[in-house]
């Protein structure tokens, strides 16, 4: 298994969504902010979405809203919820086909410099959910449908050999349940997380 300084590459994005979705728990969103300051984030809990999903955005037709659901795999798609709360979604699959993997959750090994005057338990849950994680990370609309790694700004990277040895020895237990927050489609098993980590969303 790859080295958690290599990058992800769009080709192993090329893949259903439900695949996708729990070989991304491991895996590092690593930000850097205009500033200079870089903040790694270990991904652990996500969703997926995607063709003759009723919960998915693009299940009834292409607009120009879902559009950067269809591809290519590797790129951003950013949606906007309640009308304040960004959430980053992957975009995988075959170019064409609308399919994308919500990023619920980040265990963060450090918290930018801004919210480091906060208590341990705070930071700790920083990103505990798709709208705080974008908050965190600096997320909004005008990252919709661009390509991970553009200008370096946000790269994801694969997990680490240790990861994932921890993962075939049972040290780590990753969880497989229904997604949350939805109305429609609440009984596919699409959501995944990795067991005791205090930024899991919701146990």
């Known amino acids: 298994m790859s080295g958690n300084t290599q990058i992800v590459e769009s080709f192993w994005l090329a893949r259903p969504s439900t695949r996708v979705a729990p070989d991304l728990l491991g895996c590092s969103l690593v930000r850097k902010f205009p500033d200079g300051e870089t903040i790694r984030a270990m991904i652990v809990e996500t969703e997926a979405y995607g063709p003759f999903d009723p919960a998915c955005h693009a299940y009834t037709r292409r607009t120009p809203r879902n559009e950067a659901m269809f591809g290519p795999a590797g790129r951003i798609y950013v949606y906007l ?88 020895s049972g040290t780590i237990n990753i969880v497989q349940t229904s997604r949350i927050g939805i109305s429609q489609g609440i009984d596919l098993p699409w959501r995944w997380y990795i067991g005791n980590y205090p930024a899991v969303s919701k146990f």
């Open 81 to 168: 919820i309640y009308g304040m709360y960004h959430c980053l979604n992957v975009v995988t699959d075959a170019d064409g086909v609308a399919s994308a993997v919500l990023i619920r959750a980040l265990q963060l090994d450090a918290v930018p410099q801004r919210f480091s005057h906060l208590p341990e338990k705070v930071r700790s849950r920083l990103a505990s959910g798709p709208g705080k994680l974008c908050k965190v990370l600096e997320i909004d609309r005008t990252w919709n449908g661009l390509a991970l790694g553009t200008g370096e700004a946000l790269r994801l990277e694969h997990r680490s050999e240790e990861f994932q040895q921890a993962i075939e």
